[in-house]
């Protein structure tokens, strides 16, 4: 049961362009919400959150809006770079009693053309 | 410092060997996790200490065996694993459960082969 989708595997951007990828969620109890920039064989670098009770967060170049009743969030990147090329995934944390559990999506691969 | 350290960062071990992984971190979090991650799959939870207690287990085979020493440190003992066992082994940390709006840091990861 897959309950953080990332629909789209890939993407591909020009460079100076905006990045849009996209995550859905089924579980109404998720309340805070990450997403990670992945390199291979490395391990998953924290970019930008958003809680539940907000519906836009920014940072610099990176902005991430959540739309609760669609229980849908995404990352916007703007002006893409090709240093932004790597695996994005989105993740929830599942309130499991006093213990967290961060569920991931299953990533989409950025690619960004110079 | 948002720093993760494991250890090491590659091994290779036959599936008779013993081995262990190593984790570390500063930030005094008191929650600690191990992922595991295959190529083209997104990290998959196996183990949650919270409090250095073990809180979650997510059905994972006895030949993982994971302990928590102190609040700063998360290993991984590694006994009769199988080929399939192959993967990037991952360690995060975070403020635990029941603290809302918290990151989990990663660590660079353990790429392991088992032959």
């Known amino acids: 049961d897959q309950q953080v989708k990332q629909n789209s595997p890939s993407l591909s951007v020009q460079e100076g362009r905006i990045s849009i990828l996209n995550c859905d969620y089924t579980?109404?109890?998720?309340?805070?919400f990450l997403w990670y920039k992945k390199y291979p064989a490395e391990g998953p670098t924290f970019l930008i959150s958003i809680s539940s009770i907000k519906d836009k967060n920014e940072d610099g170049r990176f902005t991430v809006f959540l739309n609760k009743s669609a229980k849908h969030l995404s990352l916007h990147i703007v002006p893409s770079q090709p240093g932004d090329s790597a695996v994005y995934f989105c993740a929830a944390w599942g309130r499991g009693g006093a213990t967290n559990k961060l569920i991931f999506g299953t990533g989409t691969l950025l690619a960004v053309q110079p | 410092d948002t720093e993760v350290t494991q250890t090491p960062k590659h091994l290779v071990m036959g599936m008779t060997n013993k081995k262990s992984l190593k984790c570390e971190q500063h930030m005094g979090h008191r929650a600690m996790y191990w992922y595991k991650q295959k190529a083209k799959k997104p990290p998959e939870l196996m183990f949650v200490y919270s409090y250095e207690k073990l809180s979650i287990n997510e059905s994972v085979p006895s030949r993982f065996s994971p302990e928590c020493p102190n609040s700063s440190l998360l290993n991984l003992h590694l006994h009769a694993l199988q080929p399939e066992d192959s993967a990037l082994y991952l360690c995060?940390?975070?403020?635990?459960?029941?603290?809302?709006?918290?990151?989990?840091?990663f660590g660079q990861g353990t790429r392991l082969t088992v032959v």
């Open positions: 579980n109404s109890m998720f309340d805070y």
């Open positions: 995060a940390s975070s403020h635990p459960g029941g603290v809302v709006n918290t990151e989990a840091f």
